[in-house]
């Protein structure tokens, strides 16, 4: 199985301010075959299925505000939300989809300081 | 735009099977290439993958949960379901069920629905 790690468990960001989540995999989730990460983000709140943010370790889901941005390749990976709102109060995870079985960071919950 | 729904018994006992059904509205579990799929998550804890069932009824299980995980379509009801079997208070999670589009991550989710098993 390919391990997923997320930086920091918790974080508590000022509104306004930049939080940052870090994501490492266990081996790399580039493939090959068309040179793409196959890596996404997630968001939850409590109460609430996940949603997705961002694909292709960089990719913003339909609708998604362009404040979240995700960067890295190979084992490496951020979410970045450049300027926290109220609402990007949650828990967020990142998943890989390189292969089955599918996997999930541990979590990284924000919010605000 | 695709909607999913999950149902069954909300407890169930040690030793028996955990019988779920995710009903997909908006669209035909048929068309395009998906991956029809079941998560968990245990009360504050994070997200467990299960399995899932392709479009093309090819189905993927997490080896953690083979032996006891059956996974299937109906797609005259347009439905998938889930069938965990000689569960154990270790088994009590939200289960939720997920469209994943092989490329996208899992794109849409159901509600959720809360299993406990209990005596």
């Known amino acids: 199985d390919i391990v997923m790690t997320q930086s920091p468990d918790s974080l508590a960001v000022s509104l306004g301010e930049r939080a940052t989540i870090n994501c490492k995999s266990s081996?790399?989730?580039?493939?090959?075959?068309?040179?793409?990460?196959?890596l996404a983000w997630y968001k939850q709140k409590p109460g609430q299925p996940p949603k997705l943010l961002i694909y292709?370790?960089?990719t913003r889901e339909s609708g998604v505000p362009d404040r979240f941005s995700g960067s890295g390749s190979g084992t490496d990976f951020t979410l970045t939300i450049s300027s926290l709102q109220a609402e990007d109060v949650a828990v967020y995870y990142c998943?890989?989809?390189?292969?089955?079985?599918?996997?999930f960071g541990q979590g990284t919950k924000v919010e605000i300081k | 735009q695709v909607q999913l729904q999950e149902s069954g018994p909300g407890l169930v006992k040690p030793s028996q099977t955990l019988s779920l059904t995710c009903t997909v509205s908006?669209?035909?579990?048929?068309?395009?290439?998906?991956?029809w799929s079941w998560i968990r998550q245990p009360a504050g804890k994070g997200l467990e993958w299960i399995g899932r069932?392709?479009?093309?009824?090819?189905?993927n299980y997490n080896p953690s949960l083979k032996s006891r995980v059956t996974i299937s379509e109906d797609t005259s009801k347009n439905q998938f379901s889930l069938k965990l079997s000689s569960v154990t208070a270790a088994d009590t999670a939200v289960y939720y069920c997920?469209?994943?589009?092989?490329?996208?991550?899992?794109?849409?989710w159901g509600k959720g629905t809360t299993v406990t098993v209990s005596s």
């Open positions: 069932v392709h479009t093309s009824g090819s189905t």
């Open positions: 998943q890989q989809y390189y292969n089955t079985p599918l996997t």
């Open positions: 908006g669209g035909s579990i048929s068309s395009g290439s998906y991956y």
């Open positions: 292709w370790a960089s």
């Open positions: 081996q790399s989730v580039l493939y090959s075959s068309n040179n793409k990460n196959q």
């Open positions: 997920a469209r994943y589009c092989g490329g996208c991550g899992v794109d849409v």
